[in-house]
């Protein structure tokens, strides 16, 4: 029966034609057969978790140099998506070859990311326009200065937590990147009035600016900020222990766009100034009194009394 079996597969591939045979095994694709930048690249593995791209490596030597194609033509790298570490060699090798990043992010690589590692890549990618380099304590301004003269279409930076950045750094970011609409310095405590001011006049396109944490702060570099950056939408003022109402007074006159104000622990910033852009609905991080002695009084009492808030 077997024999027959064989014997009736051999006829029919004997009877096939030669045509019928070609066509039957161009059908046969497969996934490396297809154009590996215009459509594998760009339309298939865009939608796939990088770290399952990685892992694709070690399938084959052909997958490798594929994956390797893809690495080089990416847009974007966040190594949040390879998992919560990543190892200083493969950040070096993913990016060793890419020209064409839009973002990158290395908050991820904070523990060990320093300028040796971090300064090829911004380089050789002068068309970056997101840029996050939060927390990464090991940097220096040398990368702050990398950034500045690499990338003039850079349009968002995150230095949250970042300490070495000074006032020179800060300087020459505003004198290569006029374009910055987003900047995080949170808790760089170097930056005094001067370079904020002198960022904020270079700079006048700026949408969202976080000075929070920084005691060296005053109403000179937030009125200097309310003045030049008139498309201003967020401004986080969070600790900055020497802002005042005054300072908030001109952020009102001259920012008509803001949409929010973080000035919590602001305490010389009170209701006097705030106010105003409370009836704008800008969205500020400190209650009203009135709400915050109702907030207070549910704590003690237990329950909230019955009064009309809006009266």
Not at 24 to 34: E, I, P
Not at 239 to 245: A, F, M, S, W
Request: hydrophobic share 40%; net charge neutral; glycine share 2%.
């Amino acid at each position: 029966m077997i024999n027959n079996a064989l014997g009736s597969e051999d006829s029919i591939s004997m009877d096939q034609k030669p045509e019928e045979c070609t066509q039957s095994q161009s059908h046969r694709c497969q996934l490396l057969d297809l154009p590996w930048e215009d459509v594998l690249v760009t339309h298939v593995f865009c939608y796939l978790p990088l770290r399952h791209l990685v892992s694709l490596q070690c399938v084959s030597k052909s997958f490798r140099s594929l994956i390797q194609v893809y690495l080089a033509n990416c847009r974007k790298f966040d190594p949040a998506q390879t998992g919560p570490h990543i190892p200083k060699e493969a950040f070096c090798s993913m990016l060793r070859h890419n020209q064409v990043l839009h973002h990158l992010c290395v908050s991820n690589c904070s523990d060990w990311i320093t300028d040796k590692e971090l300064l090829p890549v911004i380089g050789q990618n002068q068309h970056l326009l997101r840029v996050d380099m939060h927390g990464c304590v090991h940097l220096s301004r040398h990368a702050l200065v990398a950034v500045s003269l690499s990338c003039p279409r850079l349009q968002h930076l995150s230095l949250e937590h970042c300490e070495w950045v000074d006032s020179l750094a800060l300087r020459s970011l505003a004198d290569h990147c006029s374009d910055l609409r987003s900047l995080d310095v949170t808790a760089c405590r170097q930056l005094k009035d001067e370079a904020v001011c002198y960022l904020a006049g270079k700079c006048p396109a700026l949408r969202s600016l976080s000075v929070a944490v920084n005691a060296n702060i005053t109403d000179t570099a937030v009125e200097e900020v309310a003045k030049k950056c008139r498309e201003l939408e967020r401004l986080d003022l969070t600790g900055c222990l020497r802002v005042r109402n005054e300072a908030i007074r001109t952020l009102a006159e001259y920012c008509p766009k803001l949409q929010s104000l973080k000035v919590n622990h602001c305490h010389n910033v009170t209701e006097s100034s705030l106010g105003a852009l409370r009836r704008r609905n800008v969205d500020i991080d400190v209650e009203p009194p009135l709400q915050r002695a109702l907030v207070l009084l549910q704590d003690v009492v237990g329950f909230a009394p019955f009064i009309n808030l809006q009266i």
